[in-house]
T-cell receptor
Framework: DAGVTQSPTHLIKTRGQQVTLRCSPK?????VSWYQQALGQGPQFIFQ???????QRGNFPDRFSGHQFPNYSSELNVNALLLGDSALYLC???FGQGRYEQYFGPGTRLTVT | GDSVTQMEGPVTLSEEAFLTINCTYT??????LFWYVQYPGEGLQLLLK?????DKGSNKGFEATYRKETTSFHLEKGSVQVSDSAVYFC?????????????FGKGTLLTVNP
């Protein structure tokens, strides 16, 4: 059984560009949450998707948006990249709107230059 | 809002030493508490959890007890191994309506020397 997968593994972008990160949840899971982990910090909650809708959002600007597809996979989009967006982006999948265990993917390392 | 404060690192121990990593929290309602571990270059793995007061979570020799009176969830292991070297995150799970999100501490880097 494949766990949570994320792509790409690493990404380098320039300030002002846009980026899309992808996540496939663990089999049987219907909820995807996205977290940003800056270097040396704990992950911070960006938002959660369930039934193809954004259900809860953390303290992140509208430049951060997402999407969930009918097969439960998800994308995270970041527009107008800033240097401060450089971080490890983690996807976590779970069942039932995150109420049960959240399983994390390996993350996508985004570097903005 | 919810917050988690955990012991600043790094922590360096010799193999077979006793480990304690302190974690305290602030939250409304009835949160669940978790410890996650992150090995170099990897994502987070759930180490243990406790869903209500006085519950003890345990896994791979690690233990933590949910203490509501002291709002704490300290991680302990009686005898650490080199393979335990990693970053440990204390986290709180709470619901915003029907949705459930995790709030993490900043992490504690543990290095175990042979």
């Amino acid at each position: 059984d494949a766990g949570v997968t994320q792509s790409p593994t690493h990404l380098i972008k320039t300030r002002g560009q846009q980026v899309t990160l992808r996540c496939s949840p663990k089999s049987g899971h219907d909820t995807v949450s996205w977290y940003q982990q800056a270097l040396g910090q704990g992950p911070q909650f960006i938002f959660q998707y369930y039934e193809e809708e954004e259900r809860q959002r953390g303290n992140f600007p509208d430049r951060f948006s997402g999407h969930q597809f009918p097969n439960y996979s998800s994308e995270l989009n970041v527009n107008a990249l800033l240097l401060g967006d450089s971080a490890l982006y983690l996807c976590a999948s779970s069942f039932g709107q995150g109420r049960y265990e959240q399983y994390f993917g390996p993350g996508t390392r985004l570097t903005v230059t | 809002g919810d917050s988690v404060t955990q012991m600043e690192g790094p922590v360096t121990l010799s193999e077979e030493a006793f480990l304690t990593i302190n974690c305290t929290y602030t939250a409304t309602g009835y949160p669940s508490l978790f410890w996650y571990v992150q090995y170099p270059g990897e994502g987070l793995q759930l180490l243990l959890k406790a869903t209500k007061a006085d519950d003890k979570g345990s896994n791979k020799g690690f233990e933590a007890t949910y203490r509501k009176e002291t709002t704490s969830f300290h991680l302990e292991k009686g005898s650490v191994q080199v393979s335990d070297s990693a970053v440990y995150f204390c986290a709180l799970g709470n619901s915003g309506g029907s949705n459930y999100k995790l709030t993490f501490g900043k992490g504690t880097l543990l290095t175990v020397n042979p």
